[in-house]
């Protein structure tokens, strides 16, 4: 069946023929199923009041990912198993022990938040035994709560963890083989595609499928984890049509380690990505941690953030500063370029019509010093106002041989500072050649003035980026380490 999505919804099929290309999953869950248990906040994926699971089949293994319904369109849950709140308790109505855990240590008060924290908790409980308070406290990176001061919440995820029953109760976990037969009996033969008047959308069943797709279709809106797209509908109110969904297909989920570096395809998330280049460049694995909260590294990919190509998204500066290698692709081939070049000017990215992300190589530093660095307002889950990334070579006698510096939100495109960067080569790395180097930025950025930072706090802040960065290859780490709790 190529006209209809077809998914599992708690332990229903569901069959969809007739869905538009930007329902999203919360409106079905409280509009046609009435599961209200799943709550509406701040409909961008910020604070958690939505999350369920969904579950897909990767590598043969069935994956529950906590997700944000609020912005996840109905057209990228082909073949999934979504989960909310509502599933978890016994038919006799006991409850869940994730669920327990929270009423014996007062974990709701208004409750409005309540189902959200459920469902993250249960994702975690899914995925690890015993977690440590650390991967607690980044499971609940994006669920926001007014009432109970967090530690509540946190105590009731140590609890269940202590007082893990046998799993044998657990609905996903009873029915795991059979759900994972059903959702092989879902899988697509073919591309589907739905029309409902002028609305449209399309799921490939393959990346030449989509090479296909956008030849015929090159304006379409291609949509992988819609952690910004989804946005476009649930605030700016806009009609998208058509829509390509990408986030199945397994051929642009791989991640491939080699000696030099990793390639990264286009739709690996960031919590795939974590787990793959954490150890290799931990730099970029504690920038990640620090992207939205676990739904949104859940949902979010890579190849997403570079197409999207806003000056403020947060993998294009490091990966810049590293030298990656971008590749696209279409019904013609593959067409590499550094990954610098892909962004012309705001809003405009060197893809011909018809192309697409499709993977990206990220060299490791090697013996070179490497730093990224996101300021934002807050620490957890904010959109970033100015970040840093420096990949410093020194020869024998701690001169500069080679350096690469790239900024976001300091220009309309992620940029490299090469005023900067021409100013410290063949240098002493020394505190003077800093100084001296520091008013270079002025030539190299010019930034705007909006909520998030004025255009002087932005510049400023540059400039003593790259004097931490100086700061710590030498060896200051602990003074600096109070600073970035306070950055």
């Not at 046998?166 to 029915?175: A, G, N």
């Not at 199945?248 to 030099?260: C, I, K, N, R």
């Not at 934002?376 to 080679?402: C, H, N, P, Y």
Request: hydrophobic share 40%.
């Amino acid at each position: 069946m190529n006209d209809s999505i077809r998914f599992i919804l708690n332990g229903e099929d569901i069959t969809l023929t007739d869905v538009g290309p930007t329902e999203t999953l919360l409106d079905f869950l409280r509009l046609k199923r009435r599961l209200t248990g799943t709550k509406e906040g701040c409909a961008e994926g910020d604070c958690g009041a939505c999350t369920v699971l969904v579950g897909r089949l990767a590598d043969g293994k069935l994956i529950y990912e906590s997700v944000n319904a609020c912005i996840r369109f109905i057209g990228s849950l082909h073949a999934t198993h979504v989960v909310t709140v509502e599933h978890l308790a016994g038919r006799d109505g006991a409850l869940h022990p994730v669920q327990q855990a929270l009423v014996d240590c007062h974990g709701s008060q208004c409750g409005f938040c309540t189902p959200g924290f459920v469902m993250s908790l249960y994702g975690l409980w899914l995925a690890k035994e015993k977690p440590s308070r650390q991967e607690i406290e980044k499971a609940l990176q994006g669920n926001l709560c007014r009432c109970t001061g967090y530690e509540p919440i946190v105590k009731a995820a140590e609890q269940v963890s202590l007082m893990r029953p046998s799993t044998l109760f657990d609905p996903l976990e009873r029915r795991r083989s059979e759900i994972v037969a059903r959702l092989w009996a879902m899988q697509a033969s073919g591309t589907i595609r739905i029309t409902n008047g002028e609305d449209r959308l399309i799921v490939p069943a393959s990346v030449q499928a989509l090479a296909e797709v956008l030849s015929q279709e090159p304006d379409a809106i291609i949509v992988a984890g819609a952690t910004d797209v989804g946005l476009w509908v649930t605030k700016q109110m806009r009609r998208l049509s058509p829509v390509v969904f990408i986030s199945h297909l397994s051929e642009l989920q791989s991640v491939t380690e080699g000696e030099d570096g990793v390639t990264i395809g286009a739709g690996v998330s960031y919590t795939k990505a974590f787990e793959a280049i954490s150890t290799k460049i931990p730099a970029i694995g504690r920038l990640i941690d620090r992207i939205g909260g676990a739904q949104v590294r859940n949902m979010g990919t890579i190849g997403g953030n570079i197409a999207n190509g806003s000056p403020i998204g947060d993998s294009p500066p490091p990966l810049i500063a590293l030298g990656a290698t971008l590749t696209l692709r279409s019904l013609e081939g593959q067409r590499r370029m550094p990954l610098e070049d892909f962004f012309i000017a705001y809003g405009k990215q060197d893809r011909k019509p018809g192309e697409f992300v499709e993977s990206v190589f990220v060299p490791y530093p090697a013996d070179s010093r490497f730093a990224a660095y996101k300021i934002t307002k807050r620490r957890d889950e904010d959109i970033t106002a100015v970040l840093g990334a420096f990949l410093l070579t020194l020869d024998e006698a701690e001169i500069v041989s080679d350096i690469r510096i790239a900024f976001g939100g300091m220009a309309a495109t992620p940029k490299r500072a090469r005023t900067v960067e021409a100013e410290l080569i063949g240098k002493p790395w020394a505190e003077v050649t800093i100084e001296a180097a520091r008013p270079a930025f002025d030539a190299d950025y010019q930034p705007l003035t909006d909520w998030r930072a004025t255009a002087e706090y932005r510049q400023l802040t540059a400039k003593n980026l790259l004097t931490r960065f100086y700061l710590e290859t030498v060896g200051a780490l602990a003074e600096l380490k109070r600073f970035e709790e306070v950055a």
